[in-house]
């Protein structure tokens, strides 16, 4: 069994910065590909940002520019620099692993960007 769990998530102004983590335990080596999502009340799901076993990344046009996804395999991490926050940017972030045909979830984690 595979956990996950994020952390990080926080109350921040307008044009600051957060790094949110996603952690791994259990029986996996946290390579294959992670993606992090968000959702805000009342909005679907949305991918903000993935990074593939080859370290390949790709975010959503909102974040590019601003959102850095890294990992640290040694580690089972995955991490989420986010900078230039924007008041769109708050919602519950979730991170997502998918090795082969599996897919594990981690709780969430709140980031609520103000004004």
């Known amino acids: 069994q595979v956990q996950l769990v994020e952390s990080g998530g926080g109350l921040v102004q307008a044009g600051g910065s957060l790094r949110l983590s996603c952690a791994a335990s259990?029986?996996?080596?946290?390579?294959?590909?992670v993606t992090w999502y968000r959702q805000s009340p009342g909005k679907q799901r949305e991918l903000v940002a993935s990074?593939?076993?080859?370290?390949?990344?790709s975010y959503a046009d909102s974040v590019r520019g601003r959102f850095i996804i890294s990992r640290d395999n040694a580690k089972k991490m995955v991490y989420l620099q986010m900078n230039s926050l924007k008041l769109e940017d708050t919602a519950v972030y979730y991170c997502?692993?998918?090795?082969?045909?599996?897919?594990?979830w981690g709780q969430g984690t709140q980031v609520t960007v103000s004004s």
């Open positions: 997502c692993y998918r090795p082969g045909s599996y897919e594990y």
């Open positions: 259990g029986s996996t080596s946290m390579t294959s590909t």
């Open positions: 990074i593939t076993s080859a370290d390949s990344t």
